[in-house]
C-alpha cells in the first residue's frame, strides 16, 4: 500500500512523463538558444576576471567591460528562465502540491501556464516592443563615458527572453495534456 502511495505522488516530471512530438519541438527549440545562453557564463567570468585584474593588479578599469558584465548576467539570466522552465529547476513552493496526485498537479500546471506564466510573458513581450523601437530611435548608449553604445541590443533579450518562456510553458502545458490523457 505504501508502495502504491509513494507512486501516486512523485515528482510531476520524471521519465515517466509523456513527451509528445509538440513538447520535444518546443524544448529543442529552447535547449538550443539556451546552449548560446550558457556560453555566456564562461564569457561572463572572463569579463569578471578582466575587471578584477584591471582594477586590483593595473589601477584602473574600463567601463564598457563593467557594463558588459552586467549585459552578459542579464542575457543568461533572461534566457535561463525558459530553460529553467523546461527543465522544471524553477522555483516553486511544492508544500501543498506534494499531497496531491499527478493528475491534480498536472490540471494546475496547465492552469499556471495559461493563466499565469503565458498572458504575463506575453504582455512583456508585446510592451517591450515599443521599448526597444524608442531605444532605436533616440540611438540610445550609456551615460557613462566610455560606456556601452546600443543599449536597444541589451533590451532586445527581454522579448527574446519572454517569446522562449511562452515556449517553454506550451511544451510544458502540452506534456501535461498527455500525462493526464495517458492517465485516464
Known sequence: MSELIEEEHDSIVDEAVPDPLLSRA??????????????????????????????????????????????????????????????????????????????????????????????????????SIEFIQFSMQLNERSRSPGGLPYRWILKSVIPLAMGLVILAALARTARMIELLRKSR
Open 26 to 127: 518546443l524544448d529543442g527549440v529552447v535547449a538550443f538558444i539556451s546552449i548560446f545562453a550558457h556560453a555566456t557564463w564562461i564569457i561572463l567570468v572572463g569579463v569578471i576576471l578582466a575587471n578584477v585584474l584591471m582594477r586590483y593588479v593595473f589601477g584602473g578599469s574600463i567601463v564598457a567591460l563593467e557594463e558588459l558584465q552586467w549585459h552578459l548576467y542579464a542575457f543568461g539570466f533572461m534566457v535561463g528562465l525558459s530553460y529553467a522552465l523546461v527543465h522544471d529547476q524553477h522555483v516553486r513552493v511544492d508544500v501543498l502540491a506534494e499531497r496531491w496526485t499527478k493528475r491534480r498537479r498536472a490540471w494546475i500546471e496547465i492552469a499556471a501556464m495559461l493563466i499565469l506564466v503565458i498572458p504575463f510573458c506575453g504582455v512583456i513581450l508585446h510592451d
